[in-house]
């Protein structure tokens, strides 16, 4: 479950700004909306966070900068060359930010133990790299790296000065050589099958869920199909729930064209002929079919899923991903949940994350919106609802809890009016 995010000199981010999923001691909603965490001193966690911003306010830098480092955590001990680039974008508008490093660092809790793990880097190298673990509450140093330069006048050759605490078992120091400049310990510690270490990089590969424009969510969705029957009818219930006119999901394997096989034929046939009759073999193209029932009988009738409208299909993108999570208690992050959908129907899938019948295991969901409608206090805490403004160029990221409206105002009304910032101020804007 994440805690806390912090980030500093990162895209539209300069000073440090920290984001938390920690409850308040706010006693409404409290049983719905938040849920205490086993074996952390009664640890209360909110079930979900929505951002609201204007437009470049930076809300959506925000779940970027998570992205980034699960990326890291998980691919750049295999996937990254040595000399290559980190995918690092420094605060660039302030002479001195674009000189420092940014800086990453991750509250979580994963199979009833707390970590602080963070990372200190620019496109060239890893500053620092630190894991600190509270078991039974008490910290402990795992490790920690720290990049030391050349300096003659202190006799200090280039390198990283390395601690590893007593906390921390097993092989460390074969490890340490494989590590690059450009690459993370903990990545390579899970390549290694460390036993404490892999459990930490399962928690940003497995536990950390990212749907945004470029997610391949549809793909997600048919896979989970193929492994369970259940799931299959419950993405076809929420469809059907969600009054678009679905009644049911089936999904029709057919194999590709005799145009495309050729064309991948020829693409594979130097590499590896067993290969290629392998995957021809296998390979099939996937129909999703919806079913809509007639209107004078019970006759259910089929449509392509390319025939539905946007919200629709982004309704089904989304399911699969959606049911997953809440199923087995995982973070989801989401960038404009309210992209082509309506907003009752954006807000009833919030909902499910707010219902303990429902989110039985602890999921956690944080999004981005510009959606009014689920700024609702009978919905939401205030807690709950963080807003970004620029500031002098830069992201200020801040909690509604800073504010104390009352108790029969109307927060979409106050948040449209400009009373809590992350608007729009729109200067003569003219057609």
Do not use: C
Not at 71 to 78: D, F, H, Y
Not at 202 to 220: G, K, R, V
Not at 365 to 394: E, G, P, Y
Request: glycine fraction near 4%; avoid cysteine.
């Amino acid at each position: 479950m994440l805690i806390e995010f912090s980030i500093e000199n990162y895209r539209s981010i300069q000073e440090r700004q920290t984001f938390s999923m920690v409850a308040s001691e706010d006693e409404k909603m409290l049983d719905t909306n938040s849920f205490i965490m086993p074996n952390t001193d009664k640890l209360r966690l909110l079930s979900s966070s929505v951002i609201y911003g204007s437009n470049a306010s930076g809300k959506s830098n925000l779940l970027r900068a998570i992205q980034t480092l699960r990326r890291l955590a998980i691919n750049s001990a295999t996937k990254m060359q040595v000399g290559e680039k980190l995918p690092i974008e420094p605060f660039r508008l302030n002479s001195e930010s674009v000189k420092n490093p940014t800086i990453f660092e991750v509250i979580f809790i994963h199979q009833t133990t707390r970590y602080e793990y963070g990372i200190s880097l620019n496109r060239e190298r890893i500053y620092e790299e630190w894991l600190i673990a509270y078991p039974n509450e008490h910290p402990q140093n795992w490790f920690s790296r720290q990049y030391m330069p050349n300096n003659p006048k202190y006799q200090i050759d280039e390198g990283y000065k390395w601690s590893f605490g007593k906390g921390l078992k097993g092989e460390k120091l074969r490890i340490k050589r494989f590590v690059r400049s450009n690459s993370l310990f903990l990545s390579h510690a899970a390549q290694n099958n460390h036993p404490q270490l892999t459990e930490i990089f399962e928690w940003f590969q497995d536990e950390i869920n990212i749907l945004s424009s470029s997610s391949h969510t549809m793909e997600f969705t048919l896979s989970i199909f193929d492994e369970s029957d259940t799931f299959q009818a419950r993405v076809a219930k929420l469809l059907s729930e969600a009054d678009i006119g679905i009644s049911g999901i089936k999904i029709e394997q057919k194999p590709i064209p005799e145009r495309l096989s050729s064309l991948f034929n020829e693409f594979i046939k130097q590499e590896n002929e067993q290969l290629e009759k392998d995957i021809l073999d296998n390979i099939q193209q996937l129909d999703i079919i919806t079913l809509h029932k007639m209107n004078d009988s019970n006759k259910e009738i089929e449509f392509d899923m390319d025939d539905e409208s946007d919200g629709t299909q982004r309704l089904f993108e989304m399911a699969g991903l959606w049911l997953y999570v809440l199923e087995y208690g995982e973070v989801l992050l989401v960038d404009e949940l309210d992209r082509s959908l309506h907003p009752v129907l954006s807000k009833a899938l919030v909902k499910m994350f707010n219902n303990p019948e429902i989110n039985k295991n602890n999921a956690q969901l944080i999004f981005t919106t510009h959606n009014t409608i689920l700024l609702d206090a009978k919905m939401l805490r205030r807690d709950q609802v963080w807003f970004t403004k620029k500031d002098k160029s830069m992201t200020k990221l801040y909690s509604f809890s800073d504010f104390r409206p009352r108790e029969d105002e109307s927060l979409q009304k106050g948040y449209l009016q400009g009373r809590y910032g992350g608007i729009p101020f729109i200067n003569g804007l003219s057609i």
